[in-house]
């Protein structure tokens, strides 16, 4: 087990046994925030910076407070002010620039941007975002944050020669965030790579990022990284190599088909265990959470077992996304409890340390 | 060697129609391309391909393509708006980040007509009409096939519906047809044979000159030398992602009596200028022994170009056509 994992602990702690519940990040915004956001883009509506940020803050306070209201152990603030995962740092990262919108698919676009000039930090990416989730939370509060590999392979590149080397920059510029959060009081980073998914040859580039982004940040903070939606054995067990302390997987999408690629070899990390589906709109049940949790129990013991949905839910609808981390944390309770009392094995034996 | 300043299509949308379409026909997978858009959506579509077709004639291009602004589905735009196909998942296209609906094809694949009636609106438009068409052996791989039953007989008929559909073309100049999975998933011993006459099939079809364009890397060198035996009068090489394999299997090889080159990245935003373009042909000139004589030289981007903003599209077409008004020699 991590060190760094027991300081999330809730106190008064009802089981025994502790299963972190958390999220991946994103959460579906309210309705009347995309509209304060196109008020703001409105030249002709008198709704300046001032009141965008005030929106924002109401809804970060709201989607915080939904998170522990559903139970939560560790929370986010649904990523309120962030418009996309690759645009919103983008957006703060001198030697970027955006140039107009590109097709995804069918009528879906991204404004990917592009890296003219040699990275370098300007102002902080999300200190203010952490300082204000910390404030209203009574939970500890996870940050997001997304990782460098993503951000070079989802950006053009006209200034290196090659997206390694740009990735090698941003992983410095990504430490030096995380520096600056952890000053602020954060103790636990999730760094996003969903890019790596799609190009899983490139493992070591990520492997040598990390390296970078862990340099010199204390060991009870913990770095979790977030993969999801690709063809996990091509990255495992390399990714064992990592410098991070959990990993973060969407399992349940794909009915836990790739569950066994973590069972050979053993499981050396954390394992934060994607046991609802982001992308169904359909609210699993808790006795189906709970069986999937249990599959997570084959791959490590329960003090190594974090629970989590597949992905950011952002494109859930609210009350759905909501359901699904009520029943999530009702899930885990239960799955504690029946650990505690025997009634559940532990089928994953406890790591040599 | 004649300079001829073109591009492999699959142009951005507009901006304004970006939202304008997105808007008439929604966000969602059963939203996109059917082959029976109304009567609104079609004339937002006959105006796209107006500016298109005009922006390319403005900058001077050799040849005009229609822009291929109703392909939603990229490449698999023929099969997924054929009525014996059906639209199953969105999947990954390529390995790039983008996405398409999954063409099922699950019934002949007849004639349907659809390439043909975007390209005769575009020729009313412009002379030097190039038309773009998907290879067959590329389409036969993005596409799932319930009908068929095996891969030699559905390459094969793929090719046949290809055929159907270039015969019905207007005038034309040129006839491009794109093999990237040529490159990116090689057939192996005895499918790069089939995938060679496949292509010759399309390409007898075409009353016009016919390139065989590939890219995302060089051919393996024996898919390189099956494709020579198909009756294209060019073949087009990516020199923007493999400059060295792709000379390599020119001058170990040989080519078509003329060639593609694919010099401009239709991937990147840095935007190459007219000498750079034309530098890398001179280089291409130079690198290969001088016995071997071209009479045409397609100066092209390697990809299709919907992957850039507009105005980055905007700024190569016009790069691509400078890099040629100069010099013909």
Redesign the interface.
């Known amino acids: 087990m991590s060190s760094n994992r027991e300081q999330f602990r809730p106190d008064g702690h009802d089981n025994d046994h502790f299963l972190l519940t958390t999220v991946v990040g994103s959460y579906p915004k309210p309705k009347w925030l995309d509209r304060a956001s196109d008020l703001h883009e409105d030249p002709e509506a008198s709704f300046g910076d001032e009141e965008l940020a005030e929106a924002e803050d109401d809804a970060a306070r709201l989607i915080t407070n939904e998170h522990e209201r559903a139970g939560l152990d560790v929370v986010v603030d649904g990523e309120m002010r962030r418009n996309e995962m690759v645009e919103f740092f983008a957006d703060r990262i001198e030697g970027y620039e955006f140039n107009g919108p590109v097709k995804v698919w069918g009528h879906n676009y991204f404004d990917k941007p592009s890296v003219v000039d040699d990275v370098s930090y300007d102002e902080s990416w999300l200190v203010d975002e952490y300082e204000f989730t910390a404030s209203v939370a009574d939970r500890p509060v996870k940050v997001p944050i997304t990782g460098p590999y993503t951000l070079a392979s989802w950006s053009f590149n006209e200034a290196y020669d090659g997206d390694d080397e740009l990735a090698y920059d941003l992983a410095d510029l990504v430490n030096e965030e995380i520096e600056k959060l952890v000053d602020a009081g954060a103790r636990y980073i999730q760094i996003d790579e969903p890019a790596l998914a799609t190009t899983p040859d490139d493992h070591a580039i990520v492997g040598e990022c990390l390296e970078r982004i862990a340099a010199g940040i204390p060991d009870d903070v913990r770095i979790g990284l977030h993969v999801c939606y690709g063809d996990y054995s091509r990255i495992y067990p390399e990714i064992l190599e990592f410098p991070v302390d959990e990993f973060d997987l969407e399992l349940a999408n794909g009915d836990y088909e790739q569950l066994d690629v973590f069972k050979d070899p053993d499981f050396s990390k954390d394992l934060a265990l994607g046991v609802v589906d982001a992308h169904v709109a359909e609210v699993e049940s808790v006795e189906e959470i709970e069986a999937n949790i249990r599959k997570g129990l084959e791959v490590v013991p329960p003090e190594r077992l974090t629970v989590s949905p597949d992905c950011g839910v952002k494109l859930l609808p609210r009350e759905v996304a909501y359901e699904k981390m009520a029943n999530l944390v009702a899930a885990a309770r239960n799955v504690e409890a029946g650990l505690d009392d025997g009634t559940i094995d532990v089928p994953a034996a406890p790591a040599d340390d | 060697m004649n300079r001829i300043a073109t591009t492999p299509g699959l142009f951005?949308?507009p901006?304004d129609a970006?939202e304008t379409?997105?808007d008439l026909?929604?966000?969602?997978?059963h939203?996109?391309v059917s082959g029976d858009e109304g009567p609104e959506i079609e004339a937002t579509y006959d105006d796209v391909r107006e500016e298109l077709v005009g922006l390319q004639r403005d900058a001077g291009l050799d040849r005009v393509v229609e822009g291929q602004a109703r392909w939603?589905d990229m490449l698999a735009h023929p099969l997924t708006v054929h009525e014996n196909v059906e639209t199953g998942g969105?999947v990954?296209?390529y390995?790039n980040?983008?996405?398409?609906r999954d063409p099922v094809v699950e019934g002949e694949l007849t004639f349907s007509g659809d390439l043909a009636g975007d390209l005769e609106k575009a020729a009313e438009l412009t002379d030097g009409l190039q038309a773009v068409v998907p290879g067959p052996y590329s389409l036969s791989e993005l596409a799932t096939d319930e009908y068929y039953g095996d891969d030699e007989r559905f390459l094969a008929a793929v090719a046949d519906f290809l055929a159907g559909e270039v015969e019905a073309f207007p005038d034309v100049e040129t006839v491009f047809v794109l093999e990237p999975s040529l490159v990116t998933d090689p057939p192996a011993e005895g499918e790069d044979e089939r995938a060679s006459e496949a292509i010759d099939t399309v390409a007898q079809a075409a009353d016009a000159d016919v390139v065989a364009h590939t890219y995302w890397g060089a051919l393996e060198e024996k898919v390189h030398a099956h494709l020579l035996d198909a009756g294209v009068d060019a073949i087009g090489y990516d020199f923007v992602t493999n400059h060295e394999d792709n000379l390599y299997n020119v001058t170990e090889y040989g080519t078509k009596d003329s060639v593609a080159l694919g010099v401009v990245d239709g991937?990147?935003?840095?935007v190459e200028s007219p000498e750079t373009i034309r530098e890398r042909v001179d280089w291409f000139r130079d690198s290969v022994p001088e016995a071997i004589e071209f009479e045409d030289a397609y100066v092209t981007a390697n990809t299709g170009l919907?992957?850039?903003?507009?105005?980055?599209f905007e700024q190569k077409v016009q790069a691509l056509a400078d890099a040629t008004r100069e010099v013909t020699a």
């Open positions: 951005p949308l901006d970006k379409l997105s026909k929604g966000h969602q997978k939203d996109l939603d969105i990954r296209y390995d980040n983008n996405f398409y991937q990147n935003t840095l919907f992957y850039l903003p507009v105005n980055r």
